[in-house]
């Protein structure tokens, strides 16, 4: 079956720690996305990437990291330098960012 | 900047009641409208798509309208069911850009 893939389902981070978080698709579709949902709120944009090798930053891109050297791969990194990690992070994707976003199920990240 | 607005926050209704969840948006120049339905620990699934040329989009229960000049759309629920149980997100993508902007969603309970 075509999806979007996440993984960890839940992921624990110490302090000071690096952390990353997978998004694999199987969908063949160009641009990926990763939001931050926080309780009681809309998604929030991390970064996008419409294209393998190039990305750019959302509303929210401070503490975070990208890679996009495979199409069907977009990981996240969350970094030590973003001081409230703790949120539901969402991956989707589309082939055209006109279109309707595919997304994953989430990670759910807490501080240990 | 564009602001997406959803009311109310929380709606509970008996079940087979009709309802309507509502959507704001302040920028008008929107490429189209985008409703989504969200489980409790899941992700996003596409309902609706609604094209800026467009008034209003039919799937099954579910009838969408647009207005774009007064940067409003409805999402109405017909016949409800406990399955649709959920929070319900719109999202309006710019003329200008690739990304969408999410409102804060609605939690629909429909009690049996």
């Known amino acids: 079956d075509g999806g979007i893939t996440q993984s960890p389902k839940y992921l624990f981070r110490k302090e000071g720690q690096n952390v990353t978080l997978s998004c694999e698709q199987n969908?063949?579709?160009?641009?990926m996305y990763w939001y931050r949902q926080d309780p009681g709120q809309g998604l929030r944009l991390i970064y996008y990437?419409?294209?393998?090798?190039?990305?750019q930053k959302g509303d929210i891109a401070e503490g975070y990291s990208v890679s996009r050297e495979k199409k069907e791969s977009f990981p996240l990194t969350v970094t030590s330098a973003q001081k409230n990690p703790t949120a539901f992070y969402l991956c989707?994707?589309?082939?055209?960012?006109?279109?309707?976003?595919?997304f994953g199920d989430g990670t759910r990240l807490s501080i240990l | 900047k564009q602001e997406v607005t959803q009311i109310p926050a929380a709606l509970s209704v008996p079940e087979g009641e009709n309802l309507v969840l509502n959507c704001s948006f302040t920028?008008?120049?929107?490429?189209?409208l985008q409703w989504f339905r969200q489980d409790p620990g899941k992700g996003l699934t596409s309902l609706l798509l609604?094209?800026?040329?467009?008034r209003e989009q039919t799937s099954g229960r579910l009838n969408a309208s647009l207005d774009k000049s007064s940067g409003r759309s409805t999402l109405y629920i017909a016949a409800s069911q406990p399955g649709d149980s959920a929070t319900y997100l719109c999202?309006?993508?710019?003329?200008?850009?690739?990304?969408?902007?999410f409102g804060e969603g609605t939690q629909l309970t429909v009690n049996p």
């Open positions: 989707a994707s589309n082939w055209d960012p006109r279109q309707p976003q595919h």
């Open positions: 969908l063949n579709h160009d641009a």
């Open positions: 990437s419409q294209i393998v090798n190039d990305f």
């Open positions: 920028d008008s120049a929107i490429y189209n």
């Open positions: 609604i094209q800026s040329s467009q």
């Open positions: 999202a309006v993508l710019k003329t200008s850009g690739s990304r969408l902007t």
